[in-house]
């Protein structure tokens, strides 16, 4: 990045661990400033060039903080906009033991929550932040999971069903704001080695073409792709990032 450029801003919501840290790395790196969303507050043992100025402590399943947190985002940005934003943020319930919970045992009020975190609060960031990012005709990247389009043996139903709709919405924003001048798009990984993977990984990893897990990097240099100019006419589409399990 030259002087007389000006730098990047991304906005990263699930930047704790796993994706989001790698996330973090790969932006930081090529000069982007990052303001991550994360439940907890800034960590002291940060693994990257940050400070407390650059994140906010946000609980996405409300939608009053969320709300919240629209505004103070406003009040960080340059005037040049919003370059990104990455929806990365999610949960997913499990039952006793960490068994996977089904449509029929799912409490409503984990319904509700899985959806506030998963789904409506992209959609509540990417339409409070709209001037933001028209003004640097920025890109939305909403990550899903490969659990949005087929039965997963571990992820449950409301998780599942909240990343199906995390996946449809790219679609849906892409052709109402491709004329305003940015771009929606969605990456579904399968199975990436993080912290949160299952007992019995294996063998799912074991039917996979490529036969190994993919990892947190190999998703966060989709999601540079998809919000830099090599990926200027990409819209509304689904990059899947999982050794073609989904095949």
Same mark, same amino acid.
């Given at each position: 990045?030259?002087?007389?450029?000006?730098?990047?801003?991304?906005?990263?919501?699930?930047?704790?661990?796993?994706?989001?840290?790698?996330?973090?790395?790969?932006?930081?790196?090529?000069?982007?400033?990052?303001?991550?969303?994360?439940?907890?507050?800034?960590?002291?043992?940060?693994?990257?060039?940050?400070?407390?100025?650059?994140?906010?402590?946000?609980?996405?399943?409300?939608?009053?903080?969320?709300?919240?947190?629209?505004?103070?985002?406003?009040?960080?940005?340059?005037?040049?906009?919003?370059? *990104?934003?990455?929806?990365?943020?999610?949960? &997913?319930?499990? @039952? !006793?033991? +960490?068994? #996977? =919970?089904? /449509?029929?045992?799912?409490?409503?009020?984990?319904?509700?929550?899985?959806?506030?975190?998963?789904?409506?609060?992209?959609?509540?960031?990417?339409?409070?932040?709209?001037?933001?990012?028209?003004?640097?005709?920025?890109?939305?990247?909403?990550?899903?999971?490969?659990?949005?389009?087929?039965?997963?043996?571990?992820?449950?139903?409301?998780?599942?069903?909240?990343?199906?709709?995390? *996946?449809?919405?790219?679609?849906?924003?892409? &052709?109402?704001? @491709? !004329?305003? +001048?940015? #771009? =929606?798009? /969605?990456?579904?990984?399968?199975?990436?080695?993080?912290?949160?993977?299952?007992?019995?990984?294996?063998?799912?990893?074991?039917?996979?073409?490529?036969?190994?897990?993919?990892?947190?990097?190999?998703?966060?240099?989709?999601?540079?792709?998809?919000?830099?100019?090599?990926?200027?006419?990409?819209?509304?589409?689904?990059?899947?990032?999982?050794?073609?399990?989904?095949?």
């Amino acid at each position: 990045m030259t002087s007389n450029q000006q730098r990047k801003t991304m906005l990263l919501t699930g930047a704790s661990r796993g994706i989001g840290h790698a996330t973090v790395k790969r932006f930081s790196s090529a000069g982007w400033r990052v303001i991550t969303c994360s439940r907890q507050p800034f960590p002291e043992e940060c693994p990257w060039m940050a400070g407390p100025e650059d994140h906010l402590q946000i609980d996405l399943s409300d939608p009053d903080d969320t709300r919240r947190a629209i505004d103070e985002v406003r009040e960080r940005l340059p005037a040049s906009g919003l370059d *990104a934003l990455v929806n990365n943020a999610a949960i &997913s319930p499990k @039952g !006793p033991g +960490g068994a #996977r =919970v089904g /449509a029929l045992d799912t409490p409503l009020a984990d319904w509700l929550k899985v959806f506030h975190v998963n789904f409506f609060a992209s959609a509540m960031l990417a339409r409070g932040l709209l001037k933001e990012l028209e003004a640097a005709k920025g890109s939305i990247v909403n990550v899903t999971s490969i659990a949005g389009s087929r039965v997963h043996p571990f992820a449950g139903a409301a998780y599942a069903t909240s990343k199906a709709a995390l *996946a449809a919405l790219p679609r849906e924003m892409a &052709s109402e704001l @491709g !004329p305003r +001048g940015f #771009r =929606v798009n /969605a990456i579904p990984p399968g199975e990436i080695d993080t912290a949160i993977l299952s007992p019995g990984t294996e063998k799912i990893v074991a039917q996979i073409p490529m036969r190994r897990l993919g990892t947190p990097e190999e998703v966060a240099k989709a999601i540079y792709f998809l919000c830099t100019e090599q990926s200027s006419y990409v819209n509304g589409a689904e990059i899947h990032i999982n050794g073609g399990q989904h095949v």
